[in-house]
Structures are given as structure tokens and as C-alpha cells.
């Protein structure tokens, strides 16, 4: 089944406390981005990746580290997290004009 | 700066046909997009309109007038799944770049 999955689903942590969150698609993309959702603003884009080794700002990067080593995977790292960072996360890959989404990762930083 | 603005929520009867706008001020877009994500759930595509005029897919249509710097939504025949928030977003650099609206919530009735 062609998918975008995301692990964790879940996560508390606490401030400063170095994460990771997986995304990983089967379908071959080359293009691959990071969104936070939070009330009333939607989707915001953090980082996205053109290819392997190529990545770029979205709108909002400040705290988010990402990689793309391979082309099925793009981390998002978040090297000292905050409690602003407390969002819904969203990984999505992109064929032509449409993106497919990951099922989304609820972090919560205390 | 790159904005787009919705409604936050629209009400409608079931079998009824509503239309969701969205206007937009940015520069550069290269066209608009739909998804739609129910609560709990990833957002999906819906439709792509890369040039002026409607685009129609089954039960759902799509507009956009560059122009005016407006787009919207058309849903015809609603059912009660259709209740889920809708989302407009525009795209920059190639496809790299995505702006997402603040989105819809549909609320269907019986």
C-alpha cells in the first residue's frame, strides 16, 4: 500500500530534551516536507526536501533540524524542544500537483 | 507576506450544495489547491487549479480567478461524511513552497 508513515504517533517530552520524529514514504517521491497544525492557522510548513541531500526553509524552521539522507526518509529533529512546539506534525510527500500525507504526530513539550 | 483567508466555519443540509471561499494576497502562486482533513485524520487531496476557470471532479468543482485573486469550493450533493475541515493552499518556487489557509470546518446536517 502506498503510504507516508510517521512514528511516533504520540510524544511527551520535556524541554530541551533532544527528539526525533520519523517520516518515511514507499511511493519514490522526491519532493518530501514538514508541517506543524495548530487552532486556527492552519498548516505551516517547516522545512522541505527537493531531493536527497537538498533541503530548504518553509515558513517557520526556527528549532527544527531536518536531514534527507536517503529518499524514503526525512527526520524532523527538534535539537532542544520548547513548549511552543507543542503541535500537531504532519509529513507529506508530493507527486505533480498532490501532496500525500503522513497520519501525524501529536508532541506535547512540558 | 503570503496569506490566505477563509471562512472558519460553514453549515449546510444534507443533499444541499455549498461553496467554501477563499481569497488570497500573495505574489507568484503558481495555483490553488483543496484538501480535506476530518477530524482526527490526515489532510487529503481534493483538486488542483493551475489556470482560471473550474475544474470538476465527481460531486466536487474547484474555481480560481487569478484576477481576483480568489478561489473556491464547490461541494454538491452533500452527504454527511463531507462534514471535515477544508483547506486552500497555494504554492510557490516550483512547487516547493505551500501556504496553507487557515481552513473550513463543514459542519453537515441531516
Known amino acids: 500500500e502506498a503510504q507516508v508513515t510517521q512514528n511516533p504517533r504520540y510524544l511527551i517530552t520535556v524541554t530541551g530534551k533532544k527528539l526525533t520524529v520519523t517520516c518515511s514514504q514507499n511511493?519514490?517521491?522526491?519532493?518530501m516536507s514538514w508541517y506543524r497544525q495548530d487552532p486556527g492557522l492552519g498548516l505551516r510548513q517547516i522545512y522541505y526536501s527537493m531531493n536527497v541531500e537538498v533541503t530548504d526553509k518553509g515558513d517557520v524552521p526556527e528549532g527544527y533540524k531536518v536531514s534527507r539522507k536517503e529518499k524514503r526518509n526525512f527526520p524532523l529533529i527538534l535539537e532542544s524542544p520548547s513548549p511552543n512546539q507543542t503541535s500537531l506534525y504532519f509529513c507529506a510527500s508530493r507527486n505533480g500537483n498532490e501532496q500525500f500525507f503522513g497520519p501525524g504526530t501529536r508532541l506535547t513539550v512540558l | 507576506g503570503q496569506s490566505l483567508e477563509q471562512p472558519s466555519e460553514v453549515t449546510a443540509v444534507e443533499g444541499a450544495i455549498v461553496q467554501i471561499n477563499c481569497t488570497y494576497q500573495t505574489s507568484g502562486f503558481y495555483g490553488l489547491s483543496w484538501y480535506q482533513q476530518h477530524d482526527g485524520g490526515a489532510p487529503t487531496f481534493l483538486s488542483y487549479?493551475?489556470?482560471?476557470g473550474l475544474e470538476e471532479t465527481g460531486r466536487f468543482s474547484s474555481f480560481l480567478s487569478r484576477s481576483d485573486s480568489y478561489g473556491y469550493l464547490l461541494l454538491q450533493e452533500l452527504q454527511m461524511k463531507d462534514s471535515a475541515s477544508y483547506f486552500c493552499a497555494g504554492t510557490r518556487n516550483n512547487f516547493n513552497k505551500f501556504y496553507f489557509g487557515s481552513g473550513t470546518k463543514l459542519n453537515v446536517k441531516p
Open positions: 511511493m519514490n517521491h522526491e519532493y
Open positions: 487549479n493551475a489556470l482560471d
